[in-house]
Each structure stands twice: as C-alpha cells, then as structure tokens.
C-alpha cells in the first residue's frame, strides 16, 4: 500500500526559508510523478510543483516560480520542497501527492496523498 508522509512544515518568516520533506513507500516510484499541493484556510487546494521521480522537469506554480525548489532523492524514497523567500500567503496545509500522469497533477489528479504538513508563515 502506497504511503506518503510529509514533515518539515512549522512557522517560518517572511522572507525566511522552510524545507518539507514526503516519505515515499509501498511501491517502485520510478515511472510515477510526485508532487507538491497545499491548501490555505478556506480556499480550494492548489498544485505546487512537480516532477518525475525518475528526473527531468519540473513544473511550478507562477505564485512560487523562483522561490520554491521540488526535488527527491531516490536513495531515501524522498520528495523535497525547499521553500526559500518565504510570504505570508504561502501559510497552508502541505501536501504530497503521487499519479502517473504529471500532466495532470495541476488539475489535482492525483492517485495518493500524504496526510499533509501545516506551514505558517508570520510577516
């Protein structure tokens, strides 16, 4: 069975940095995408980042183009997200998620989720 487990979120400051981390298990992810999604209070849950855990591109949001860094290491079954230059619109709840299509992780096709990870971002 397929589990994900994200950490790494608490309060950071603006213009600070945060770096999640998803734990990936229950099967091969090679040929699978992964990704990134958060949800703020009271708003819709939106598509972060992604990429193919067997490496190549990436794709980002435009509100974190430039700021946020996804990335895994396949050693530790892991998932990234550095978050650098951190705003106060960026608080939300943190999820990882794996499909096998990476072209529609932006529309939140995703197969899996992780339980997610609180970030909270103070101006």
């Known amino acids: 069975q397929v589990q994900l487990v994200e950490s790494g979120g608490g309060l950071g400051q603006a213009g600070g940095s945060l770096r999640l981390s998803c734990a990936a298990s229950?099967?091969?992810?090679?040929?699978?995408?992964m990704g990134w999604f958060r949800q703020a209070p009271e708003k819709d849950r939106e598509f972060v980042s992604a990429?193919?855990?067997?490496?190549?591109?990436?794709y980002y949001a435009d509100s974190v183009k430039g700021r946020f860094t996804i990335s895994r290491d396949s050693a530790k079954n892991t998932l990234y997200l550095q978050m650098d230059s951190l705003k106060p619109e960026d608080t939300a709840v943190y999820y990882c998620?794996?499909?096998?299509?990476?072209?529609?992780?932006?529309?939140?096709?995703?197969?899996?989720w992780g339980q997610g990870t609180q970030v909270t971002v103070s101006s």
């Open positions: 229950g099967r091969t992810f090679s040929n699978y995408a």
């Open positions: 990429i193919m855990w067997s490496g190549g591109s990436t």
């Open positions: 998620g794996t499909s096998t299509n990476i072209a529609t992780m932006r529309r939140l096709r995703v197969d899996f």
